[in-house]
């Protein structure tokens, strides 16, 4: 009789453990969602998708900004800035790349589209690679930084100035909010 009362408690002990671990999973899960929608509250609380992604710009620049004013001896700070500017760009990307530029190409854009994109690979990318390859203490480190910005602030200019205007107009009002909707949806996937 002991050793069924035995099994039974250890039945119980292991089912109390996978119910902890369900709660633990389950509250981890909401934590991921919560801070997706946390990054992604920026873009989305802009209002429409061209909103969005100017807010996204202005956070960008000011972040290199802040990048360019650490000193050679920063390199922790130098890093982590680095990190979230990956992160930030990353996401950025993916809601231009997979909503945005579609959406022109599929309006025939495909020359704009094409040319930011390959900006985005030739230009953004590149610049984050090198900026993590460099040594963060160097001053060619802040030297590349200055580049990429530079590079960046001329591929914001031709999207807000020229480009994203012109694809706002050519959509109806209901097409502008379905496409907020898109591009909100990838950049939560991977906020």
């Avoid at 959406?103 to 610049?127: F, I, M, S, T, Y």
């Avoid at 090198?130 to 602030?153: C, F, G, H, M, Y």
Wanted: aromatic share 6%; charged share 30%; glycine share 8%.
């Amino acid at each position: 009789m002991a050793t069924k009362y035995k099994a039974r408690s250890n039945n119980d002990s292991s089912g109390g453990k996978f119910a902890a671990g369900a709660a633990g999973f389950g509250l981890g899960l909401l934590a991921a969602v919560g801070r997706r929608a946390a990054v992604q509250a920026i873009t989305a609380v802009a209002g429409d998708w061209f909103d969005g992604l100017k807010a996204e710009h202005k956070l960008a620049m000011t972040l290199m900004e802040a990048m360019e004013k650490t000193s050679e001896a920063d390199v922790k700070k130098r890093a982590a800035m680095l990190l979230s500017l990956q992160h930030m760009l990353g996401k950025h990307a993916i809601q231009e790349e997979d909503v945005i530029y579609c959406a022109l190409r599929a309006l025939g854009d495909v020359n704009d589209a094409n040319e930011l994109g390959n900006e985005h690979n030739a230009e953004v990318k590149q610049g984050l690679y090198d900026l993590e390859q460099i040594d963060k203490a160097s001053p060619a480190w802040v030297a590349r930084l200055t580049q990429l910005k530079n590079d960046i602030a001329a591929h914001v200019q031709k999207e807000e100035d020229e480009v994203f205007p012109k694809l706002r107009a050519k959509l109806t009002p209901e097409e502008n909010k379905k496409l907020t909707v898109r591009m909100n949806f990838e950049g939560f996937k991977v906020a």
